[in-house]
Each structure stands twice: as structure tokens, then as C-alpha cells.
């Protein structure tokens, strides 16, 4: 099969890299593991802080729906439920849909990944009951499946606070927060807000010691300081923060660069959202963790410079449309998290600067 | 951290097999795989990395700027050598594999 672009992954960044692409009139081919779009937000019930000026204030499964609309009136060939495994000597992507395996030649490849969840260990952490705070969200949220009653939530950032406040909806007893850290994570004031004002307690330079049980979690003991305090509960949910989703920019031998405020190991790329190797482009959190708001800015800006890239768009016009999305990238960026923006403009300062690549073989 | 915690729950790696390899002069994460199995299950290390490379940079000092990623190979996620041996005609070195195989009275020949 050939296309002129590939786009990995169908979240939020994808999508919107996707319209842009497809309204200047490129053929565009969407692959995605998952049979629904949307990626990540499928689950997010909460309303979105932040979108770009362009969308209204919305939740997250309503951007994914909405994200998906708008892409309905181009001819975009949708491989969902289909998987990249790959690639191949001549640069085509191996794709796979259970039944065959086959090859996607591309001029250009968007990858938009997305972000894993980092896990969390502790005596016992892998006990039935111990999960991720984006599983549990998953469970409630898109599979209406409640993943216990008395909870703890390991962790305090915003995306912590959503799911202890999303898991209380529906009827799960959350019995705090288990901060590591001297203080909150979240900077969302009125989330802080909300969650004291329902009584649950944040303990702050605190761990969990141990977690017990015969064959799913029953108890666990949460270090607070000098005091070791005993909660039984049914449902750990850890927020270990998120990475970017590293494995096909490795099989395609783009480089790396550190950046913990990003999330760790982030692919190297330029101003325009350009890996190392000339024909791949990323967005989204595989270009660096960030709120959906950004990571939809993101998307849009690798869509107009692959436009450019192909002679879809003029330079002058892609050049017009990028400084209105770059001041807007900062605007979001800088407004909930001004570290990350830093990170963001460091580690695209590196691109210039030679990388090592065989560093990171071994 | 208590010694007994797991740290590779594929393959049921605790902490201290992993401390042994690092004292006994292991810097990355493909050194502790090669010599633990760390990072050979399922998930093929997406779970456990992060976890390594937290206990690399505590038992060696090592910023986590210079601990190298761990390998990631094809294919990226597990698949059915059977679909691997597709009935696509374009490619695949499995497939080409297959190809050669001939059957004779139904056995290999
Ligand atoms: C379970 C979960 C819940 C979350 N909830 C929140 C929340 O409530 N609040 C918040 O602020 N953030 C949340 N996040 C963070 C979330 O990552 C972002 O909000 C946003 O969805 C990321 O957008 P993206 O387009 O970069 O990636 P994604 O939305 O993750 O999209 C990437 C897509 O790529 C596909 N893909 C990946 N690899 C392959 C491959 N090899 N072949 C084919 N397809 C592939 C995936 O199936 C996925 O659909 C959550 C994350 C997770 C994991
Ligand atoms: S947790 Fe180590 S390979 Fe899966």
C-alpha cells in the first residue's frame, strides 16, 4: 500500500495532525492498535483546562468525538485495530492486522505514540488491585467497570487528583493521597480545592511501606515520616508519571535526548517537529509530555510542516499559520507548566548541536 | 527499598537479583537482561525500565542522562508467528523462510 502520509496513532495529536494534512488536500492514512479514535481521551470524563483558541471548553471524550468529526468529510484511510510491528529494509512500515502482515510505503510518517504510564514499586505491588491511576481511570470510565471500594492513590498531580475525584463519583471510598514529595504536585488550585473539601487527607513525604494480601491487595502500610499508618483497602492506584512511547523511533534510528521535565528520553527533534531522519515527524506526548491542549498545538504544527515539507502549502503561508500556533504552544504551555515549555525549547536547542546516537546502543 | 520487591514482574525479578549484577560491575539495562532475563517478558521492558534505571542511577551514580535506553527490537509488540508468516507476497524474512520449507506425505521435508 502507498500513501503520502502515515500517521501513527490516532489521539488527540494524530487527529489533528491529521486535518490539517487532509484539508490541504494530501492523502493521509491513519493506523491505530485501538478500534476506537481518540487515544487517551476516550476515558478523560473530566473538562479539559486550556484548549487552543480554536475549540470550546469540552471533556475529553467530546474532544476525541469532535476530533474525529471534523475529519469526516476528507478521504482518510483509517487502519484501526491495526498495529506497527516494524519496518522494513526500504523504509515501508510493517503493519499488521492479526491475520497478515503488510507494508506501508510513506513519503512522510508522523509518529504521535503517545505516553506510558511509569509503574511504581513497593513490597507486593504487583498483587491483583494495584494499578495505574490511567487503568483505573480506563476501568470506570470507558469499560463502566468499578476496580474496587477503598482506595489510596499514590501520588498528587493533576491527572492523581482527577482520578481519586472521578473514582469517588462512582462510588469508590478514596482514603487519601500518598504524596513522596514535601508538597502537592497539582497546580490546580481549585482541584486542591475540591478534593480537601471532600475530606481526603494528602500526606505528604510519604510512602507505601508494604502492601499485603492473599491474592489481591487487602492491606497496605503507608510510611508518613516518623509514624507507619495501616489502611485496608482494596485499590492502589499509582501515578508514576508518563514516558514517551520510545519503540518505533528506535526502530526507525532517531535519536534521543534527556529531559526529565519532558519525560525522560524524548526523540531529538527540530522547530519543525522533525526527527533526525528527514521523513519522520512527531507530536503529541512522544514529543514530550505535556497538557491536551499543547499536545493538540502540536499536532496541527508537524501537520503544516509536513504540508510544507510536500509543497501542499507555500512557505509563506505555513510560516503565517506557525507563529500563530507557536505563540499559542506557549501560551498553554507556559500558563500550568513553564518548566516544560524550558524543556521543551532546551531540548530543540540540542537538535542543532551533533548527538550521539551509538550512545544509546549497547 | 525492601529487598524482596519486584522489579521485573514479567519475570519475577526482584531487587536484589538486580543489585547483585550492579555490584558485580553491570552499567545498563541490557548488561542486567543479558545476565537476569530483566526485561524478557511479555512487556518486553516497558514496565520495568524506568524501575532499572532508577536503580541504576542510585547504586552507580550514573546521571540518568548517560543510562542508555534498553534495545527495542521487532517486533515491537508480540505477534503470532503465524500472521509474522503472512500471506503477503512483498516482503518478510519469515515468510521467506517459510517459502523454502516443502511438504512431503504432510512432514517437512
Ligand atoms: C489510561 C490513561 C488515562 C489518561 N487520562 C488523563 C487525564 O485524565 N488527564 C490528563 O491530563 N492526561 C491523561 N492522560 C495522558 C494522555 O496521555 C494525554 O492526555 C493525551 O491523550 C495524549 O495524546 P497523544 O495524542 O500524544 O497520545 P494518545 O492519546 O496516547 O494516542 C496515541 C495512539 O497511538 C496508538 N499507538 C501507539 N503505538 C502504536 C503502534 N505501534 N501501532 C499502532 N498504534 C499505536 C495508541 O493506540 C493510541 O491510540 C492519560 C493517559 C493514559 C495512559
Ligand atoms: S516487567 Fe520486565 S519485561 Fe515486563
Given at each position: 500500500?502507498?500513501?503520502d502520509?502515515?500517521i501513527?496513532?490516532?489521539?488527540?495529536?494524530?487527529?489533528?495532525?491529521?486535518?490539517?494534512?487532509?484539508?490541504?488536500?494530501?492523502?493521509?492514512?491513519?493506523?491505530d492498535?485501538?478500534?476506537?479514535?481518540?487515544?487517551?481521551?476516550?476515558?478523560?470524563?473530566?473538562?479539559?483546562?486550556?484548549?487552543?483558541?480554536?475549540?470550546?471548553?469540552?471533556?475529553?471524550?467530546?474532544?476525541?468525538?469532535?476530533?474525529?468529526?471534523?475529519?469526516?468529510?476528507?478521504d482518510?484511510?483509517?487502519?484501526?485495530g491495526?498495529?506497527?510491528?516494524?519496518?522494513?529494509?526500504?523504509?515501508?512500515?510493517?503493519?499488521?492486522?492479526?491475520?497478515?502482515?503488510?507494508?506501508?510505503?510513506?513519503?512522510?510518517?508522523?509518529?504521535?505514540t503517545?505516553?506510558?504510564?511509569?509503574?511504581?514499586?513497593f513490597?507486593?505491588?504487583?498483587?491483583?488491585?494495584?494499578?495505574?491511576?490511567?487503568?483505573?481511570q480506563?476501568?470506570?470510565?470507558?469499560?463502566?467497570?468499578?476496580?474496587?471500594?477503598?482506595?489510596?492513590?499514590?501520588?498528587?498531580?493533576?491527572?492523581?487528583?482527577?482520578?481519586?475525584?472521578?473514582?469517588?463519583?462512582?462510588?469508590?471510598?478514596?482514603k487519601?493521597?500518598?504524596?513522596?514529595?514535601?508538597?502537592?504536585?497539582?497546580?490546580?488550585?481549585?482541584?486542591?480545592?475540591?478534593?480537601?473539601?471532600?475530606?481526603?487527607?494528602?500526606?505528604?513525604?510519604?510512602?507505601?511501606?508494604?502492601?499485603?494480601?492473599?491474592?489481591?491487595?487487602?492491606?497496605?502500610?503507608?510510611?508518613?515520616?516518623?509514624?507507619?499508618?495501616?489502611?485496608?483497602?482494596?485499590l492502589?492506584?499509582?501515578?508514576?508519571g508518563?514516558?514517551?512511547?520510545?519503540?518505533?523511533?528506535?526502530?526507525?534510528?532517531?535519536?534521543?535526548?534527556?529531559?526529565?521535565?519532558?519525560?525522560?528520553?524524548?526523540?531529538?527533534?527540530?522547530?519543525?517537529?522533525?526527527?533526525?531522519?528527514?521523513?519522520?515527524?512527531?507530536?503529541?506526548?512522544?514529543?514530550?509530555?505535556?497538557?491536551?491542549?499543547?499536545?493538540?498545538?502540536?499536532?496541527?504544527?508537524?501537520?503544516?510542516?509536513?504540508?510544507?515539507?510536500v509543497?501542499?502549502?507555500?512557505?509563506?503561508?505555513?510560516?503565517?499559520?506557525?507563529?500563530?500556533?507557536?505563540?499559542?504552544?506557549?501560551?498553554?504551555?507556559?500558563?500550568?507548566?513553564?518548566?516544560?515549555?524550558?524543556?521543551?525549547?532546551?531540548?530543540?536547542?540540542?537538535?542543532?548541536?551533533?548527538?550521539?546516537?551509538?550512545?544509546?546502543?549497547? | 527499598m525492601?529487598?524482596?520487591?519486584?522489579?521485573?514482574?514479567?519475570e519475577?525479578?526482584?531487587?536484589?537479583?538486580?543489585?547483585?549484577?550492579?555490584?558485580?560491575?553491570?552499567t545498563?539495562?541490557?548488561?542486567?537482561?543479558?545476565?537476569?532475563?530483566?526485561?524478557?517478558?511479555?512487556?518486553?521492558?516497558?514496565?520495568?525500565?524506568?524501575?532499572?534505571?532508577?536503580?541504576?542511577?542510585?547504586?552507580?551514580?550514573?546521571?540518568?542522562?548517560?543510562?542508555?535506553?534498553?534495545?527495542?527490537?521487532?517486533?515491537?509488540?508480540?505477534?503470532?508467528?503465524e500472521?509474522?508468516?503472512?500471506?503477503?507476497?512483498?516482503?518478510?524474512?519469515?515468510?521467506?523462510?517459510?517459502?523454502?520449507?516443502?511438504?512431503?506425505?504432510g512432514?517437512?521435508?
Open positions: 500500500m502507498e500513501t502520509i502515515l501513527i496513532g490516532a489521539g488527540p495529536a494524530g487527529l489533528a495532525a491529521a486535518f490539517e494534512m487532509a484539508s490541504k488536500g494530501l492523502d493521509v492514512t491513519i493506523v492498535e485501538s478500534i476506537t479514535m481518540g487515544g487517551q481521551l476516550n476515558q478523560q470524563t473530566q473538562v479539559i483546562p486550556s484548549l487552543p483558541s480554536s475549540f470550546q471548553s469540552m471533556r475529553g471524550f467530546e474532544l476525541a468525538a469532535h476530533l474525529t468529526k471534523q475529519l469526516e468529510e476528507y482518510i484511510r483509517y487502519l484501526l491495526h498495529r506497527v510491528i516494524g519496518f522494513y529494509k526500504d523504509g515501508s512500515v510493517g503493519i499488521t492486522d492479526e491475520q497478515d502482515v503488510f507494508a506501508v510505503k510513506a513519503k512522510k510518517i508522523i509518529v504521535a503517545g505516553a506510558a504510564e511509569n509503574a511504581v514499586a513490597p507486593k505491588w504487583t498483587l491483583p488491585g494495584v494499578m495505574t491511576i490511567g487503568a483505573a480506563t476501568m470506570i470510565n470507558r469499560d463502566f467497570v468499578q476496580p474496587g471500594k477503598e482506595a489510596v492513590i499514590v501520588g498528587s498531580s493533576d491527572f492523581a487528583l482527577d482520578a481519586a475525584l472521578q473514582l469517588s463519583e462512582v462510588g469508590v471510598h478514596v487519601g493521597f500518598i504524596e513522596k514529595n514535601a508538597g502537592i504536585l497539582s497546580r490546580d488550585l481549585e482541584k486542591i480545592e475540591q478534593v480537601k473539601k471532600m475530606g481526603i487527607p494528602i500526606y505528604l513525604d510519604s510512602f507505601i511501606k508494604e502492601a499485603r494480601g492473599m491474592g489481591a491487595v487487602e492491606e497496605i502500610e503507608i510510611e508518613i515520616g516518623t509514624r507507619v499508618l495501616t489502611e485496608k483497602v482494596d492502589v492506584c499509582v501515578d508514576g508518563r514516558s514517551p512511547i520510545l519503540d518505533i523511533f528506535y526502530q526507525l534510528g532517531c535519536s534521543f535526548g534527556y529531559q526529565k521535565e519532558l519525560g525522560g528520553w524524548v526523540p531529538q527533534y527540530n522547530h519543525q517537529f522533525q526527527t533526525d531522519r528527514q521523513d519522520i515527524f512527531l507530536a503529541g506526548n512522544a514529543a514530550g509530555i505535556s497538557t491536551q491542549g499543547v499536545l493538540l498545538v502540536t499536532g496541527m504544527l508537524a501537520g503544516i510542516n509536513v504540508c510544507e515539507a509543497g501542499a502549502i507555500t512557505k509563506t503561508i505555513a510560516d503565517e499559520e506557525k507563529d500563530f500556533l507557536w505563540k499559542e504552544l506557549e501560551i498553554l504551555e507556559t500558563k500550568y507548566n513553564p518548566n516544560i515549555w524550558e524543556a521543551r525549547n532546551r531540548h530543540m536547542e540540542n537538535f542543532a548541536h551533533p548527538v550521539i546516537k551509538e550512545q544509546f546502543l549497547s | 525492601d529487598k524482596s520487591t519486584i522489579i521485573c514482574r514479567c519475577e525479578i526482584s531487587y536484589e537479583e538486580i543489585e547483585e549484577v550492579l555490584t558485580n560491575g553491570a545498563t539495562f541490557d548488561d542486567i537482561k543479558r545476565l537476569t532475563r530483566c526485561g524478557m517478558g511479555p512487556c518486553q521492558s516497558k514496565i520495568c525500565h524506568s524501575l532499572v534505571a532508577s536503580m541504576i542511577h542510585e547504586k552507580t551514580n550514573t546521571p540518568y542522562f548517560q543510562i542508555p535506553l534498553p534495545r527495542m527490537r521487532m517486533p515491537l509488540s508480540p505477534i503470532k508467528l500472521t509474522l508468516a503472512t500471506n503477503s507476497t512483498s516482503f518478510s524474512s519469515v515468510k521467506s523462510v517459510m517459502d523454502e520449507v516443502e511438504l512431503e506425505d512432514k517437512v521435508r
